[in-house]
Antibody, heavy 119, light 111 residues
Framework: EVQVLESGGGLVQPGGSLRLSCAAS????????MNWVRQAPGKGLEWVSG???????YYADSVKGRFTISRDNSKSTLYLQMNSLRAEDTAIYFC?????????????WGQGTLVTVSS | QSALTQPPSASGSPGQSVTFSCTGT?????????VSWYQQHPGKAPKLMIY???KRPSGVPDRFSGSRSGNTASLTVSGLQAEDEADYYC???????????FGGGTKLTVL
């Protein structure tokens, strides 16, 4: 069974940093693109970043230069390093597996991890 | 790049059909086949319902169908059931700038 499980969320002050992790299982991790999608409280979905199976990276304008996506295929784990955090980054962050290549469609999602940016 | 445009709400009675629209531009919805639709129940993770404009993942009922005309994609749900009540989001690849856009979502109410 395909599973993706996010961790690393929490409360951080504006300007601070946080690293999210997404542990994947049930599929050949290095063969699939992966993504981060966020949802602010009571709001819609916003794509944040994606990474191809080969390591090419893609970012939304709202996070470019502040967030870094990466993957460790040996650990079947996806990461999102978030720096210079702002109040508007407060959201549930979902890890989402692509059907195969980026961005064909996000077919498996985790339950999300909540990031709160507040003083 | 702006988000895709979706009507905020829609409704229908059990057994009826309802169609959601998702309007983009010639740089995203109108130019790439990577249009997807997601269903999200309150407090749950989104679920992929349609990918590549018209394709259904295994396990998604054939009551759900996708289409596109120009810069507007559509999701039709036929034979409405109570469990279809949820938020529906469209997404599209904007290939020239290599990003994924989501719509604001449509809340479906089954009367």
């Amino acid at each position: 069974e395909v599973q993706v499980l996010e961790s690393g969320g929490g409360l951080v002050q504006p300007g601070g940093s946080l690293r999210l992790s997404c542990a994947a299982s049930g599929f050949t991790f290095d063969g699939f693109a992966m993504n981060w999608v966020r949802q602010a409280p009571g709001k819609g979905l916003e794509w944040v970043s994606g990474i191809s199976s080969g390591g090419s990276t893609y970012y939304a304008d709202s996070v470019k230069g502040r967030f870094t996506i990466s993957r460790d295929n040996s650990k079947s784990t996806l990461y999102l390093q978030m720096n210079s955090l702002r109040a508007e980054d407060t959201a549930i962050y979902f890890c989402a597996k692509d059907l195969d290549f980026f961005p064909r469609g996000f077919d498996h999602w985790g339950q999300g991890t909540l990031v709160t940016v507040s003083s | 790049q702006s988000a895709l445009t979706q009507p905020p709400s829609a409704s229908g009675s059990p057994g009826q059909s309802v169609t959601f629209s998702c309007t983009g531009t010639s740089s995203d919805v109108g130019d790439y086949n990577y249009v997807s639709w997601y269903q999200q129940h309150p407090g749950k993770a989104p679920k992929l319902m349609i990918y590549e404009v018209t394709k259904r993942p295994s396990g998604v009922p054939d009551r759900f169908s996708g289409s596109r005309s120009g810069n507007t994609a559509s999701l039709t749900v036929s034979g409405l059931q109570a469990e279809d009540e949820a938020d529906y989001y469209c997404s599209s690849y904007a290939g020239s700038i290599k990003i994924v856009l989501f719509g604001g979502g449509t809340k479906l109410t089954v009367l």
